[in-house]
C-alpha cells in the first residue's frame, strides 16, 4: 500500500486536473455561445473588469501554448482618464446634432412628409416583360451591327472582282498622315480623321496587293452616321494589308510602323480559323543562342500569344538542357502537363513568363523538348472526354543548332514515337532564329526536317499509317512585320472559315482604352479567302441595357456568353468607367452558392428558361443582402439572344408581385423648373458657386445617363440649348402633349416629387437662420432613376451617376441612418468635403416606416472636412487638449474626422490603421467588435482584405486588461448613424506597436496566411486561378466576390470661357476668421500653417483663401489649377548694393541699336532690287480654296467650340504667337537668300519660326513638297482636305498641334498636268490675323 499511495494521488491529481480543464472549456463554450446568442440578435455587449458572470464569481483564463494570454475582459470605463466625461453622454449627443443637421438642414422630414403625401398606384410586377424588352433591345442592336458588317463585306467581295481586272492598291499610310489632320474626338478618345481611311501594313507588302480602303471610306462613313454606336471599321486583307476608318495616327503605339503586328491580330485569326486551336510554344534559351536572337525568339513567342482567343488552346514552356514552365509543377499541376484556354489573362501571364526567360549556360535537349510537347497534347486529349481534337501544332522557336551528329536522329525518333500515338494529327512548324550574315546552313537544314517530319532522311520508322501533315519552316532575324512572317502559323491546317459572324470578348482598346467587342466575318472571291471585315463596338453602348437596369425591386440583370463568360454583372464598374482589362472570369465564380451549377448548365444549353434556387443564410455574395432572411430565394430567368453568343439574365432576389408607383404628378410647385446647363441657358441671377457657373436662387435638376431609354446616344451626343429646352418643356408639361425627349417614365415624376423640396432649402439658404450655411457646400437629392436636384444649381459631369456615388450605396446599405461619408476632394472647387446623407423611403399612409422598406431617394449635404471637426471640439471641449485625440470613424474603420486629417499636406483618405495603431492592434483582440474580411475582385484578380466594425456595438470599447495601454482610449457607436466616435489619451512618446502598410502600393506584406489579431493596413493580395479549369488555385481563396468599386466623381469638362464679371454665391470672409477651426470650416478657407514646399512653419498662423494657401501650405499647387502666390505675405527683399552699371548697359544698348540699324538698310536695299515676277498664265476659275471639301456648317445651337477645362485647367500664361501665321514646315530653299516673291513675309526673314520653338519638333513629321511628275499611286497621300477650315478665334495654343486655320494649307497630292503651258509651284501664301 506504501508504494501504491503515490501513484493513486497522482492519479486522483490527474483526474481533478482534467475535471477542471473540461470544466474550463465547457464554460468557455458556453460563454462564446452566449456572446454569439447577444451578437445575434442585434447587440453586442462588452464585458468589463470586475462584472461578474450569471454563475460565476470569477472569470479563469488559460494561457496559449506560445505564452499569450488569450483575455479578451477590458477594463471598466473610468471617466477620469478624459477628465471627466462619459464617451456614451457625448455620443448621444453628437447623435443628436447630426440627426439634427440631417433632418433641418437636407430636409430629411420635410422631404420624407412629401413622399407620404403623394399618390400612388399598384402596377403588376411582370418580370418575363422585362427580360424580353431587355433581350429584344439587344437583339435589335446586334442585327444593325451584323447588317453593317455584311454590308461592308458585300461591298469589298464586289471589289475585288473589279481588282482581278484593274488592281485597287492605294495605300495612305497611317504613320505618314499629318498631324494637323487629326481632330480630337471624344467618342474614340484620341485624335482622329472622319474623312479619310488610313492603312497599316508591312514593308514588304505586294505592289498590287488588294486595298479597297479608298473606295470604302464612303460605304464607312455612311454606317456612322446612321449607326453613331460604331467605333472602328476595317478590312484586313490576307497579304497583311489593314485599312481602318477613321483614320488615326496610332500614336499609343511606341512604333506606328509595326502596328499592324498586334492591331486585331487575335480578331483577324479567330475570323480566319474559328475552330479552336491547339497550340504548344516550345521557345530554346539555351546557350547557342546569341541575346539578339532571344530577343527575336521571345518577340515571335509573344506575337504566337496576341494572335490567340479564348476559344483556342495553348502550352508554354522555355527549353534548355530541361524545359522551364510558367509554374512550378509542385504548385500547380495544371499548365506542366497540359493546354490550357487562351484568355487575356493566361496570354498575359505567359508573356510575362517569355519576357522574363534568362539565357542558360546548357546546351538544348531537343529531344526532351518535343517529347513534353507531345506529352502535353496527349494528357489534352485524354481529358477532353467527347471532345474531338482533329489537328495539334508544336511552335518550334530555336536556332536549330545540335550538340552532336547523332541528336538530329535522336529527335526524328522522339516525333516519330509520339505522333505515332496520335495518328500525325500533330503538325510542327519550326522558326529558325538567325543572326545576318552568319552561316546556318544545317541548322536550317534540321528545322526544315523537323517541320516536313521527313523520318526517311533519317532512317527512322513511321509508326502510324495515317499521312503526316507537314508544317513550315520559317527564318527570322528581327521582329519587325512578325504578323506576316509568322503570324499566318495555321496556314498548313488548310482549314475553311465559316460564313456565320464572330464576337470577340470585351478587351481594352489601345487607342482609347477603353472597353470595346468585336465583330468579324472572313471575305471571299469564290472559295478563296481574301481577308477580313470587322467592325469594333463600344461596350458602353452594347450592354447599356444590363448596366443601366434599375435594381430597386431586388433584381438585377447580367450577361454572359454561352461559354460562361460573364460581359457584364453588379460586381463591374461601367465600361465608360473601367480603365483597366477584365480577367474574362466565369459566372459561376460571380454566383457563387449551392446549386447555381446545375442553373449554369441549363443556362448554356437550353434557349430560355426558368430556375428556382434555395440557399441557407450566409451562402451569399455581395451583390445580394439577406441578412434579414434565415434562408435566401432567388429565381433565375434567361434568354438567349438569336444570332449572337449572348445570354441575358435576370436574378430575382424576392417574389414581388405588386409594386408602388407615383401617380402622374402637377408640377405646378415647381414652376421654375432649371436644367444644370447653366452655360446653354443662363438663369436672369448667375453667380459662381466657387468655380462653377451656378444659381443660388433654386436647385437645378441633373439627369444622369440611367435616365434616359438611351444612355449611350445620350452620352454621344453634345448637348445643345435647343435640347435643354425639349427637356424642360417635357418636364414641365402637365398636358401630356409634349413629345418624350428619350427619358424613361418614371423620370418625369421623380422631378416634380424632388422639386417640392426646393422652397425648404431656399428658405434655410436665404435666411440664414444659423452659421451651419458657412460651411454647407451644397444639398441634394438623388433617386434610382438618376434624377440628381442640387442646391445651389450648378452644372455637372455629363457621365456621372449619383446611384453609383459613396454616398448614395452607403445610405442605402443603412436605411433610415445618418450616414457619414469620409472627405473627399470636391471636383467642383470647393476643397476636401465629407458627406451626410439619408434615404427617404417609399410614401405610405400613417408615415408608419421600417428599414424594409424601399427606397425611393436618397438626400445628401456636403460640408467642409473641417465642420465635422469643430462640431467635436463643441460636443466634447476636451477634444481640444494636446494630449486627446478625438476621431469619428466609419463601420469601415475609415476616419471622417481625426486631429491628422487637418495638418498641412497630410493624405485625407486614412484609415484607423494608418493614424491610430496603438488603438488598431488593441480592438483587434475584441474579435466581436471587429473582423478582417475577405472578398475576391476576379476582375482584377485580387484578393481584397478590408475592416469590418460591428454598428450593434453597446457600451464602451477600452483597452484590454493585458493590452495596450499607451494609448488610452474609449470608443463607442454613435446611435443612428453608420460611425463611431473615439477619444485617445496619448501617454507614451513613442509607439510600441504598429500597423504594416505598403508605401508602394496595396500589396499586402504576408499574403500567405490572414490572422485577425494581427494588424494591417487595408490591403490586396494576388488571386491565382487554375487555368485549365477556371477554378481558383487555392482552395482557400474561396470568397463572396467583391461588389462593384465605387465611382470616384470625374471632373467637369465644358466648354465655356472663364466669367470674370460673375459674382461669387458665397462671399467668403476667410481673412476674419481668428481660429484655425472657424478657417477650416468655412467654405473656400485654409489655415496657412507651413512656408513654401512645407518645409517651415508660418510664424504667425492665418486663415486665407484657399487658392493661396490650399493644404494649409503656402503657394501650395491647387488641385484646380486655380493658386495665387501669396506675394502679399512675403517679406520685401532688402536692397542689394552693387557697382553702377548705368554706363555699361548704356553702352552695350548703342551697340546693338547701330546693328539693327545696319542689318535693316541692307534688307531694305535687297528687296528694293529683287525681280518682279508676272504671271502671264491665264487666269484660274477655280479657287484655292476649293481644292478642299466642304464640312458641314458650324451648328446654330449654342455649342462652344473651345476644350477649356473650368476647373482643372492650369492657368498658365500661353506663349505669344505671330499674327503672321506660318506653315512649320517650310524652309528656303538652299542657296536662295529669299523666297522670290511668294511671301509676305516681314524684313524680319524667319523671326517667326524662330518665335515658334514649341512647334520645331513637330517639322520633321511635316511632308515634304510633292513632286511635280504624275504619279498613279503615290502611298502615303491622303485626300484633298476641306475647302472651308473651321476658323478658330482663341488665343490659347491647343493641346494638340492642329494647323494654323488662318493658314490656307495645300498639302502635297497626286499632280495631274492638264496644259502643256502650265506652270505648277509649291506656293507659301500667309494670312495675317485680324481677330
Not at 497550340?279 to 500569344?305: E, P, R, W, Y
Not at 505567359?350 to 535537349?365: C, G
Not at 444612355?711 to 398636358?735: C, G, I, W
Not at 477600452?958 to 495596450?964: A, K, R
Request: proline share 6%; aromatic share 8%; net charge neutral.
Amino acid at each position: 500500500m506504501a508504494t501504491c499511495r503515490p501513484k493513486c494521488n497522482r492519479s486522483l491529481l490527474c483526474v481533478l486536473i482534467y475535471l477542471f480543464i473540461f470544466t474550463f472549456d465547457v464554460q468557455a463554450v458556453s460563454e462564446n455561445v452566449k456572446w454569439l446568442k447577444n451578437l445575434s440578435s442585434g447587440r453586442l455587449h462588452l464585458r468589463n473588469l470586475g462584472e461578474k458572470d450569471d454563475h460565476h464569481d470569477h472569470v479563469h483564463t488559460r494561457a496559449s501554448d506560445d505564452g499569450y494570454s488569450p483575455d479578451t475582459r477590458q477594463e471598466t470605463p473610468n471617466p477620469t482618464v478624459f477628465g471627466g466625461i462619459k464617451i456614451e453622454h457625448e455620443a448621444r449627443k453628437l447623435s443628436a446634432r447630426l440627426r439634427w443637421l440631417s433632418n433641418e438642414e437636407i430636409g430629411i422630414t420635410k422631404m420624407q412628409a412629401i413622399y407620404d403625401s403623394l399618390p400612388y398606384e399598384k402596377k403588376n410586377h411582370d418580370p418575363i416583360n422585362t427580360l424580353q424588352k431587355i433581350a429584344s433591345r439587344l437583339k435589335k442592336r446586334f442585327r444593325n451591327y451584323i447588317q453593317v458588317l455584311q454590308t461592308n463585306k458585300a461591298t469589298v467581295q464586289n471589289m475585288y472582282r473589279f481588282h482581278v481586272k484593274n488592281p485597287m492598291n492605294s495605300n495612305i499610310s497611317c504613320c505618314m498622315i499629318p498631324h494637323q489632320e487629326f481632330i480630337e474626338d471624344n467618342q474614340y478618345g484620341c485624335r482622329v480623321s472622319k474623312r479619310t481611311s488610313c492603312d497599316l501594313y508591312p514593308d514588304n507588302v505586294r505592289e498590287n496587293a488588294f486595298n479597297p480602303g479608298r473606295m470604302l471610306t464612303e460605304v464607312w462613313k455612311d454606317n456612322k452616321k446612321l449607326f453613331p454606336g460604331l467605333k472602328w471599321q476595317y478590312f484586313i486583307s490576307v497579304e497583311g494589308v489593314h485599312t481602318e476608318y477613321p483614320a488615326n495616327a496610332f500614336t499609343w503605339f511606341n512604333n506606328c510602323p509595326q502596328a499592324h503586328d498586334i492591331r486585331h491580330s487575335d480578331v483577324y485569326l479567330a475570323t480566319v480559323q474559328p475552330q479552336p486551336q491547339h497550340v504548344v510554344i516550345v521557345m530554346d534559351h539555351g546557350n547557342s543562342l546569341s541575346s539578339n536572337q532571344l530577343k527575336t525568339a521571345k518577340g515571335i513567342a509573344k506575337q504566337f500569344l496576341n494572335s490567340l482567343s479564348e476559344r483556342d488552346r495553348v502550352a508554354v514552356f522555355g527549353l534548355a538542357s530541361r524545359p522551364s514552365f510558367p509554374r512550378d509543377p509542385s504548385d500547380d499541376s495544371c499548365l506542366p502537363n497540359s493546354l490550357v484556354p487562351a484568355t487575356f489573362e493566361a496570354s498575359l501571364f505567359f508573356s510575362s513568363f517569355v519576357d522574363n526567360l534568362q539565357q542558360e549556360d546548357a546546351s538544348t535537349n531537343h529531344s526532351l523538348g518535343f517529347q513534353t510537347a507531345f506529352e502535353m497534347i496527349e494528357n489534352m486529349i485524354r481529358r477532353s472526354k467527347g471532345v474531338t481534337i482533329e489537328n495539334a501544332m508544336i511552335l518550334y522557336i530555336s536556332r536549330g543548332l545540335l550538340s552532336s551528329l547523332t541528336e538530329g536522329r535522336d529527335i526524328m525518333e522522339t516525333i516519330s514515337i509520339h505522333n505515332g500515338r496520335l495518328d500525325h494529327r500533330v503538325i510542327i512548324n519550326t522558326y529558325a532564329v538567325i543572326d545576318d550574315g552568319k552561316h546556318i546552313m544545317f541548322e536550317k537544314s534540321i528545322l526544315q526536317d523537323i517541320a516536313e517530319q521527313n523520318f526517311l532522311k533519317y532512317e527512322v520508322n513511321y509508326k502510324s499509317p495515317k499521312p503526316v501533315i507537314a508544317g513550315m519552316m520559317v527564318t527570322i532575324n528581327s521582329t519587325k512585320d512578325l504578323s506576316v512572317s509568322v503570324g499566318r502559323f495555321y496556314l498548313p491546317l488548310n482549314k475553311s472559315a465559316p460564313e456565320s459572324p464572330i464576337f470577340s470578348l470585351p478587351y481594352m482598346d489601345m487607342a482609347d482604352q477603353t472597353l470595346t467587342m468585336s465583330i468579324s466575318q472572313p471575305c471571299f472571291h469564290g472559295k478563296e479567302l481574301i481577308g477580313i471585315m470587322g467592325v469594333d463596338l463600344h461596350m458602353e453602348d452594347v450592354v447599356q441595357d444590363v448596366t443601366y437596369y434599375n435594381q430597386e425591386l431586388n433584381s438585377y440583370i447580367f450577361l454572359i456568353t454561352t461559354e460562361g463568360y460573364t460581359i457584364m454583372h453588379p460586381a463591374f464598374n461601367r465600361p465608360m468607367k473601367t480603365r483597366i482589362q477584365p480577367m474574362h472570369t466565369d459566372i459561376w465564380h460571380f454566383e457563387n452558392k449551392d446549386g447555381f451549377a446545375r442553373i449554369r448548365s441549363d443556362m448554356l444549353n437550353l434557349p430560355e428558361g426558368e430556375r428556382l434556387m434555395h440557399t441557407k443564410k450566409g451562402n451569399t455574395n455581395s451583390t445580394e443582402d439577406n441578412s434579414s432572411k434565415s434562408d435566401f430565394y432567388a429565381k433565375y430567368m434567361w434568354k438567349r439572344i438569336e444570332n449572337t453568343t449572348f445570354i441575358v439574365v435576370l436574378k430575382l432576389l424576392t417574389e414581388v408581385e405588386t409594386t408602388q408607383t407615383l401617380e402622374h404628378l402637377h408640377v405646378s410647385n415647381d414652376p421654375h423648373l432649371v436644367y444644370h446647363r447653366l452655360d446653354l441657358v443662363q438663369p436672369n441671377d448667375m453667380c459662381l458657386h466657387r468655380h462653377m457657373p451656378a444659381t443660388s436662387d433654386t436647385s437645378t435638376v441633373f439627369l444622369s445617363p440611367k435616365s434616359f431609354l438611351d444612355p449611350f446616344e445620350h452620352l454621344s451626343n453634345l448637348e445643345t440649348k435647343r435640347m435643354v429646352q425639349n427637356y424642360v418643356a417635357y418636364l414641365k408639361d402637365d398636358t401630356r402633349l409634349i413629345t418624350n425627349p428619350g427619358l424613361k417614365t418614371e423620370v418625369k415624376n421623380d422631378v416634380a416629387a424632388t422639386g417640392r423640396i426646393n422652397t425648404e432649402w431656399l428658405r434655410r439658404y436665404h435666411h440664414h437662420m444659423n452659421h451651419q450655411e458657412e460651411s454647407i457646400v451644397r444639398r441634394y437629392v438623388a433617386t434610382p432613376s438618376g434624377v440628381f436636384r442640387s442646391f445651389p444649381g450648378t452644372v455637372i459631369e455629363k457621365t456621372s451617376d449619383p446611384t453609383k456615388t459613396d454616398w448614395f450605396q452607403r445610405a442605402e446599405e443603412f436605411p433610415g441612418h445618418v450616414t457619414l461619408t469620409p472627405p473627399y476632394l470636391d471636383t467642383l472647387g470647393a476643397g476636401y468635403i465629407a458627406t451626410i446623407s439619408h434615404t427617404i423611403y417609399e410614401g405610405k399612409p400613417a408615415s408608419l416606416h421600417s428599414p424594409h422598406d424601399r427606397v425611393v431617394a436618397v438626400m445628401g449635404m456636403d460640408l467642409t472636412m473641417g465642420f465635422l471637426h469643430k462640431l467635436l471640439s463643441e460636443v466634447i471641449p476636451i477634444c481640444a487638449h494636446q494630449n486627446i485625440r478625438c476621431f469619428i470613424m466609419d463601420d469601415k474603420g475609415y476616419l471622417v474626422a481625426h486631429p491628422k486629417l487637418i495638418e498641412p499636406n497630410s493624405k485625407v483618405v486614412q484609415h484607423i490603421t494608418h493614424k491610430e495603431q496603438l488603438v488598431a492592434n488593441d480592438i483587434l483582440n475584441h474579435k466581436h467588435f471587429v473582423r478582417k474580411t475577405l472578398c475576391n475582385s476576379y476582375n482584377d484578380r485580387t484578393i481584397q482584405r478590408f475592416y469590418k466594425f460591428n454598428t450593434s456595438l453597446e457600451g464602451v470599447l477600452t483597452n484590454l486588461v493585458h493590452g495596450e495601454h499607451c494609448a488610452r482610449y474609449q470608443i463607442t457607436h454613435i446611435p443612428g448613424t453608420n460611425s463611431f466616435l473615439g477619444i485617445v489619451n496619448h501617454t507614451c512618446n513613442t509607439d510600441t506597436a504598429f500597423c504594416p502598410c505598403s508605401t508602394v502600393d496595396r500589396l499586402c506584406l504576408n499574403c500567405n496566411q490572414m490572422e485577425q489579431i494581427v494588424c494591417e493596413c487595408p490591403c490586396e493580395c494576388p488571386l491565382d486561378m487554375n487555368f485549365c479549369t477556371g477554378e481558383l488555385l487555392q482552395e482557400d481563396d474561396r470568397n463572396p466576390s467583391c461588389s462593384h468599386e465605387v465611382e470616384k466623381e470625374t471632373p467637369i469638362h465644358l466648354n465655356f470661357p472663364p466669367f470674370d464679371d460673375v459674382r461669387q454665391c458665397h462671399q467668403s470672409k476667410c481673412s476674419m476668421l481668428a481660429t484655425k477651426l472657424d478657417c477650416i470650416s468655412a467654405i473656400g478657407c485654409a489655415w496657412c500653417e507651413r512656408q513654401k514646399h512645407g518645409l517651415a512653419s508660418v510664424k504667425h498662423p492665418y486663415c486665407a483663401d484657399q487658392r493661396r494657401c490650399f493644404g494649409g501650405v503656402e503657394e501650395a499647387v491647387s488641385p484646380y489649377g486655380d493658386e495665387i502666390r501669396a506675394m502679399a505675405n512675403q517679406e520685401k527683399p532688402m536692397p542689394m548694393k552693387s557697382t553702377p552699371v548705368g554706363p555699361v548697359a548704356g553702352g552695350i544698348m548703342g551697340c546693338f541699336l547701330v546693328l539693327a540699324l545696319g542689318v535693316y538698310c541692307y534688307r531694305h536695299h535687297i528687296h528694293r532690287s529683287s525681280h518682279q515676277y508676272i504671271n502671264n498664265l491665264p487666269e484660274n476659275q477655280n479657287r484655292m480654296s476649293h481644292f478642299y471639301e466642304e464640312e458641314p456648317p458650324e451648328p446654330t445651337d449654342d455649342i462652344a467650340a473651345g476644350h477649356t477645362n473650368f476647373v482643372l485647367s492650369t492657368f498658365e500664361n500661353p506663349a505669344s504667337i505671330s499674327p503672321y501665321r506660318v506653315n512649320t514646315s517650310y524652309r528656303r530653299p538652299a542657296g536662295g537668300d529669299s523666297d522670290h516673291g511668294y511671301s509676305t513675309m516681314t524684313p524680319h526673314e524667319d523671326s517667326e519660326h524662330a518665335s515658334l520653338p514649341c512647334l520645331e519638333p513637330l517639322i520633321k513629321e511635316r511632308y515634304k513638297p510633292g513632286s511635280l511628275s504624275v504619279v498613279k499611286n503615290t502611298p502615303g497621300k491622303i485626300p484633298p482636305p476641306p475647302s472651308h477650315y473651321r476658323r478658330s478665334r482663341s488665343p490659347t495654343p491647343p493641346k494638340y498641334y492642329q494647323p494654323i486655320p488662318e493658314q490656307t494649307v495645300i498639302p502635297p497630292q497626286t499632280t495631274i498636268i492638264e496644259h502643256p503651258n502650265s506652270v505648277i509651284a509649291n506656293v507659301q501664301v500667309h494670312m495675317v490675323d485680324t481677330h
